[in-house]
């Protein structure tokens, strides 16, 4: 494993005072629909509606800590984690705030994120989570989508810290006014030479083809820019830059690179300008990591710790299961499969944590059919919903008697959010039960 990453300005993850920093469309929005000053926190909350920076003006489906989502069950802020990070504190404070102002559960979302539903107080909520760093720029807020490989080289086949430069890619990211402009769907990744993160489409993704070297890739296209110490994180700055400066002509429609027209190759053309002419021959890529199969147990780090991996049962992280993962003392790192990790663990250290986590309900069985079930909201929290989806999932991966040969997915409608890449069976509520579909 090795790290090279250059730094760049940006946030320090501190809790400077932020209302004063909304851009002039958030504060439009706030006088046109709604808005809210805590006094205590400084933080200004937007009630509704969800609404793109960009200038979009139909809802989008992005809700942030500050633009907090109205759903059936009350309102809904999402919480970005760049990287799945999140420190002892952070959870600490999360999973307090999911008991005191929410329904009490802390959702994972497909991109390593978390949501709290149901908030009595939002900007409570807002000015809570700020005072432990997890709004280190409001006007970025929801933007900052950035998930990376969650063993971070640690794991056998892994070939950079890809971490901290997530943290750098998030400060480079936050330092940049313009780039609050980004839709909220735009995703940055980063993979660490595994293949585990380069299936999920990211709009910008550096991928490892060595311990001292990597590509570029835009919307899961290889444009053979390859990136050398330091590199990388201002490579991948300039093509979310050169997505905004390719997208007037196709605006309001394109969220993501592949929405453009030939994306990738304008934006490869825009960056070949000052990037170094790619190599005769490139290391290759690894293909994409199978999503959706088993996550769950012990991995040995190639130093000779241990990391431990929890799927957290349809992606709902209780308040005690969230401190038990926070007392174990170790990186925690929250995961777009809906499990979380906790890493540099010594072997006994990984005994008692897997104890642990088995008795707070999360589960470290690759046998478990949990880590082969996904669901999507469902009833009571999503209006479309036909059925509660989540309790007919659990009830039937309770009568199973072992994993499910192939991932299965429980939606509430024919939209299917959150269905996992790769073949999945589906089932799908209608208004006369379920059908069953394999695509
Ligand atoms: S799939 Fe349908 S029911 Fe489930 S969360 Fe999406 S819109 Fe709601």
Redo the contacts with the bound molecule.
């Keep these: 494993m090795a790290s090279w990453w250059g730094s760049l300005p940006g946030h320090s993850g501190g809790t400077a005072p932020v209302s004063h920093r909304l851009p002039p469309i958030a504060i439009a929005y706030c006088e046109a629909y709604g808005r809210s000053d805590d006094p205590i926190s400084g933080v200004t909350l937007l009630i509704v509606p969800i609404a793109d920076f960009s200038g979009r003006v139909r809802p989008d489906a992005c809700p942030g800590a500050l633009q907090v989502h109205e759903a059936a069950d009350g309102p809904l802020a999402r919480v970005r984690l760049p990287g799945g990070a999140v420190s002892v504190a952070q959870l600490h404070e999360l999973a307090s705030c999911a008991a005191e102002l929410g329904t009490g559960v802390l959702e994972l979302t497909s991109r390593a994120n978390v949501q709290v539903r149901g908030l009595s107080r939002p900007e409570v909520f807002a000015g809570r989570i700020a005072s432990v760093g997890l709004l280190p720029s409001p006007a970025h807020e929801r933007v900052r989508n950035i998930v990376a490989s969650p063993l971070s080289g640690r794991g056998p086949v892994g070939l950079l810290d890809v971490l901290a430069p997530a943290d750098a890619l998030d400060r480079a990211l936050c330092a940049r006014p313009r780039l609050a402009g980004l839709p909220g769907r735009f995703l940055f990744a980063l993979d660490d030479g595994t293949g585990d993160v380069i299936g999920l489409g990211a709009d910008v993704t550096f991928a490892a083809t060595g311990p001292r070297d990597g590509r570029l890739l835009l919307a899961g296209t290889d444009t053979g820019l390859t990136t050398g110490p330091g590199s990388a994180i201002p490579l991948m700055i300039r093509a979310a830059e050169a997505f905004l400066d390719e997208r007037p002509g196709d605006a309001p429609r394109a969220w993501r690179v592949h929405e453009l027209a030939n994306g990738p190759a304008r934006i490869t053309a825009r960056l070949r300008g000052d990037t170094p002419p790619p190599a005769s021959s490139l290391p290759g890529l690894r293909p994409p990591a199978a999503i959706g199969g088993r996550r769950a147990g012990r991995v040995a780090q190639w130093d000779g710790r241990v990391a431990v991996e929890a799927v957290v049962p349809l992606g709902r992280l209780t308040p005690a299961q969230a401190r038990t993962l926070a007392d174990a003392g170790h990186p925690v790192r929250l995961t777009p499969w809906r499990t979380a990790v906790l890493l540099d663990l010594s072997p006994a250290e990984a005994d008692r944590a897997t104890k642990a986590l088995d008795a707070a309900g999360l589960v470290t069985d690759p046998d478990s059919p949990w880590s082969a079930v996904t669901a999507?909201?469902?009833?009571p929290?999503?209006?479309?919903?036909?059925a509660d989806?989540r309790a007919d999932a659990r009830r039937w991966v309770e009568s199973l008697a072992g994993v499910p040969g192939t991932p299965v997915h429980w939606?509430?409608?024919?939209?299917?959010?959150?269905l996992p890449r790769g073949r999945v069976v589906q089932m799908i509520?209608t208004t006369d039960g379920y059908e069953e579909r394999q695509e």
């Design positions: 999507c909201t469902g009833r929290g999503c209006a479309k919903a036909l989806v939606a509430g409608c024919e939209r299917r959010c959150g509520a």
